[in-house]
């Protein structure tokens, strides 16, 4: 037997049987959601209320326990032992022993993470007994406490250190010589430079991604696509250039009911802890010229109506753990944080715009207005568990089942617009092929409920505070740092939560990483990967995980918002040179080329003009960027217009996805040919760079079109006919 068929073989066997599971798993969800009662003199009626979930965290231990027991025997988990829960079991067949038995070949395969974390190479054992070497040496090296490099942990550390010693691992505060298995950078994944090996906690051009320009054109992208999955996110226009839309609009509502009067907030573009936000009624009101150049900033439409807690606007910070992004992983804690106003919310009138006490809920500007209570208790305060919030409003008739819903259904679709970019990020950073990190990040998510419940939201912090101390004035005029049990009980959980899922003990090749594509639009195997509690690793002391699988969990419902990763599948294959985030001239007349988009109503030329004219558009939008060429959403833009052009009668995300079938096909067509001309040349051409050209087995340089085209069919049971979305001024 061939290695490709035994491998092949593998993976259906583990499809099929996933699959199975995946039926019962990817449901609405409608999640068990972190109501935690506040202490008996504050509860009201606990009879009320529906408690979190503790059935997933039985399950939990019962998979991943076993392995970890230092004596090798199984744990004696109250619930571990008693449930069979298929997920486990196909996570252990799958990751966990990492040994794989064939059906009727009686061979046994042995699965392997390679460093970057990205890609698995099954390979078969030569015998039993090797296999058992090798699992024996597996063993020992387990035994071995985790390695995690603190040095650049910045105010994150005091957590950190925290969560280290919960799980017993080794810290190295200074760095070490020799490579760790877990980098916790503070800031950005450069901050240590160099790391060819282990996992960082940080993705490159995550900061980049989530400034608030950034995030507002990705989110406007999706919004174009998919109008109504993407309305949680409010209006917004990016300054200086669509100061003329944004300016030219409100006047429009305004000259057609003069007695609206909306309110914008503006909010420049690197800023964060509420730094230079004002709210305004008026686009004269903007404050459009620092003392040098234009400001760069978002304006956005201001929710004048917050869901209000004791008279008070408040905002929940929610931590959400991308785990990996090929496959997609994410990851919600059920415990966050919320921050209140310190000033009776009322709504904006010319009198109120600059109480900041009263609109933002910026914790860094409400602890200098003097009601600011900082509070030893959860549930009071002007900082408060999300949980204890989450049961007031249960005691109040609340349905908070669906705002939890609501919510998960928010952090998923805004992860989903994020990614095709971060995709592009990535690769210019760990290049495919070369030893880089895996990479997994904490953001912080900054969401505001309307009065009418619906979650809106309002950012994403790449680097959301892990501090669980405050300043406080112990004596007058001395301040000193003195521990926040609020922060604390909240951010050590989901660092040491993440660490335990990222345990490279622990770690498992996903599903995706089995196939040979790599690639898994349309793949729909929910892994119900909170199995990964290790409550007993530790002897038992840990709590359960706060950290719920999201994704690929809910994959059926929400894989067909994956358009624009596919269409940067499609234009990372193109960029070419490593390192390279942006298309040049030649590259794009490439990819009008091998896609055979150009006839003779669309010439080779009328494609120049169109890439100079969306280029030079594009680079006057990104001032600070300093590489010539065609970025990735300019890149976007052209695809949607070309879409536009070919299949004039459909609404625009059908455009999108026929254009996109339509050039993967062309690509699956010349993947062919290349395979059969390598094969004739094999010998000269070693296979193992061979993805860089072709693109096979690169999860980030695209997959196979036939899953692909899984993923489409999976997006029309979804769609909802929608009027044509107009986009594109280029001229036709
Ligand atoms: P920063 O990164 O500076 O904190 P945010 O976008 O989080 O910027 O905004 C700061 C605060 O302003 C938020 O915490 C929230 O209280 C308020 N805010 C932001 N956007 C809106 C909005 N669209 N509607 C109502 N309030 C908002």
Redesign the pocket.
Known sequence: MSDHYVKATVQLEQMKSLDENAEKEGEHPEEQMPVSPPPASLSPDPSSITIADTSSTCKQGSNRGKNRNKSGKDDKNSCGKHITDNVGKNLNRLGHEQALHIKGAGRILQGKLETNGNYVTLHSSKNTQDTRREDGFKQAKKRRPVAVDSSKAKTSLEALKQSIKQLKWKEFPLGRRTACDIYWHGVSFHDNEHIVSGQVNKFPGMIEMLR?INLSRAMRTMQELFPEEYDFY?RSWILPEEYQQFSTQIRMVKENDATVTTTF?V??DG???????YLIRDPSDLKLMTATQAKQAVV?????K?LLIDKL?F?IRLYVLIKSMEPLEIYIAKEGLT?F?TEPYQEPSQKNLSHVFM????Y?LNVHSGNFIHSDSQNTGSKRTLSSVLYRLAAKGVDIKKVWSDIIALVIKTVIAVVPELKVYYQADIPPGKPGPTCFQILGF?I?LMKNLKP?L??V?SNPSMRIEHEQEVAPGVFEYVPSPVDEEVKVGVIRDTLRLMDPGHKMPSISHLRAGGFEHGEEIPIEAETQDKTQDQGGALPSMCLKQVYPKYTKQFNYLRLVERIAALFIRFLGVKGNMRLGPTAFRTFIRTCKLSNSNFTMASVDILYIDITRRWSGAMSDSKEAGMGLQAFVEAFFYLAGRRFKSLVLKEQVLSLLELCEAQLESQLGVEDRRSASCSRALPRAVKPQTVGVTNPLLGSPAPLRRASSQDYRLHQRLKPRTLRSNVEN
Do not use: A
């Open positions: 608030k409010p907030i909010k420049p800023g964060s802890q509420g730094d230079g936000i956005q439409e201001y929710i004048q917050p606007k905002d921050r106003c609109h933002l809920t910026n860094s900054d505001l809106v309002l950012e912090n």
